[in-house]
């Protein structure tokens, strides 16, 4: 089973509100992945956290603000945020965070920002 | 720093054609992981092959097969009597280690397959 869940599928959002992005695994991965793609590109990294603790934060804008409760879990707190960050945002966890080891993905939250 | 080219944006073919992907890498480490990623429009993207850079053997799965060549640093992915099921984005990768053990994926930008009936 490699499956990664993320919830919601879809969240349209105004710029004053705050919302989360949930990200759940069971496969007793050590290391989970944010990443933002926008259409018609490659997927680009945000943050990763490598144990439960931040292990890289791509100088992302701290309206963006990630949290890992448990070593399953993996959230992205969502607040004032602008028009152009409407994308697909994407969830990942590896086995270790390092040595080749495989990302799985899950589907994505669509988000839009009106 | 690592790059992956993969200059076919985009690619239509017909059922049963067989397909190339193409993916060029640049990068100054001796140990590194190559991947090949399957965005279908759904959004999810799905793993596909892992390789490392001490395997030069060529992979075949099925319908899919990959060459992996170090002297040209390309990692080409081959669909043989593609499918309709075959269409989506196709996303080649390389590993790059970070400053606290993580690694982070650097993607090629994609290459769109149109498979028409």
């Known amino acids: 089973d490699t499956e990664v869940t993320q919830t919601p599928k879809h969240l349209v959002m105004g710029m004053t509100n705050k919302k989360s992005l949930k990200c759940e695994q069971h496969?007793?991965?050590?290391?989970m992945y944010w990443y933002k793609q926008k259409a018609k590109k490659p997927p680009e990294l945000m943050f990763v956290y490598s144990y439960e603790k931040l292990s890289i934060n791509e100088s992302v804008p701290s309206r963006f603000s990630p949290e890992c409760p448990n070593s399953s879990l993996l959230n992205l707190h969502l607040h004032a945020l602008q028009p152009e960050d409407s994308a697909l945002y994407l969830c990942?966890?590896?086995?270790?965070?390092?040595?080749?080891?495989?990302?799985?993905f899950g589907a994505g939250t669509r988000l839009s920002v009106l | 720093a690592q790059k992956v080219t993969q200059a076919q944006t985009e690619i239509s073919v017909v059922e049963k054609e067989d397909v190339t992907l193409d993916c060029v890498y640049e990068?100054?480490?001796?140990?590194?992981?190559l991947f090949w990623y399957k965005q279908p429009p759904s959004g999810e993207l799905v793993f596909l092959i892992r390789r490392n850079s001490f395997d030069e053997q060529n992979e075949i799965s099925g319908r899919y097969s990959w060459n992996f060549q170090k002297s040209t640093s390309s990692f080409n992915f081959t669909i043989t009597a593609s499918q309709v099921v075959d269409s989506a984005v196709y996303f080649c990768a390389l590993s790059e280690p970070t400053q606290g053990g993580s690694e982070k994926l650097v993607f090629g930008k994609g290459t769109k397959l149109t498979v028409n009936p």
């Open positions: 496969m007793g991965h050590r290391a």
């Open positions: 990068t100054r480490d001796t140990t590194y992981y």
């Open positions: 990942a966890s590896s086995q270790d965070p390092g040595g080749g080891n495989i990302q799985y």
